[in-house]
Structures are given as C-alpha cells and as structure tokens.
C-alpha cells in the first residue's frame, strides 16, 4: 500500500477506537457513494496529498494530507440537525490533533482543518450534511 493510504488507514483505525459506538469511520476511494443510506452518520477517510519536506539535507520526509468527511441525512429541523453534526465534525477534529496514530506511530500531526463546516449546497440540494476533517502528518 502506499504512505498516504497507510496514514489513512492508520487515522481511520484511531477513529474508530475513539469513537467506538458512535460510528464507524471507513477507508474509502469512493466517499460520495451511496447517499441513499445516510440515517446514521458515515465517515469516510480518503487520502487526500502527499508532498515531499526537506527533512535535512541529505533526507526527505512526506507530508501526508487526509480527508474525513462526515454525513449524514438531515431532518426537517435543519437548525437542530446542523450544529450537532458540526458539532460531530470538531470532536474529531479535536480528538486527532497532535494525537499520534498507533497504527503509524511514525506519523508526526502537523495540522488540522474543518473546512467546509458543512456544505450549504449539500443541504439544499440532497437534504445532506456534508463536513470535511482535513488532518496533515510528517511521515
């Protein structure tokens, strides 16, 4: 498998030991699919980038950027639903930062960003909350 797909795999493994219960957070290529099924909330770990770091002059690291993107299909109550699903979207943002990855304890957490919030047209269009997790590791 490639760096980038080991560091996903990796932050899906720590997701779902944190979040046991609550979801169950998937190595995907395809994260779009399947939209019809989103009663409960998906999370899905794609790789996103890799991009080469000088690590000193004669070594070079690899900067690893993954997505998490969080789902689900919202109710009528839009002004309920949505804060509580972003509020889904921080807590995993807030539980992977500078937490080391235990199935890749190489991986040092650079950074962490939730952007989009959510995506308004997602809400409009498919009635889905859609919330994106990126998390960046040096490898």
């Known amino acids: 498998m490639s760096v980038a797909f080991d560091i996903a795999a990796a ?3 720590e997701l779902n030991t944190g979040f046991a219960g609550e979801f169950t957070a998937t190595l995907t ?3 779009g699919a399947g939209l019809d099924d989103l009663g409960t909330p998906r999370v899905s770990v794609v790789p996103k980038a890799v991009q080469p770091a000088q690590a000193t002059r004669a070594r070079r690291s690899l900067d690893v950027t993954v997505d998490i993107g969080i789902q689900r299909k919202v109710g009528a109550d839009l002004e309920s639903d ?5 509020g889904l979207a921080q807590r995993v943002l807030d539980f992977l930062w500078r937490r080391p990855l235990a199935a890749a304890p190489e991986a040092v957490f650079l950074d962490a960003v939730n952007e989009p ?3 308004p047209e997602h809400l409009e269009q498919l009635r889905v909350f859609t919330s994106v997790v990126t998390v960046s590791y040096r490898t």
């Open 117 to 119: 919030v959510f995506a």
């Open 82 to 86: 949505v804060p509580a699903l972003a």
């Open 11 to 13: 932050v899906a493994a």
């Open 29 to 31: 290529a395809l994260p």
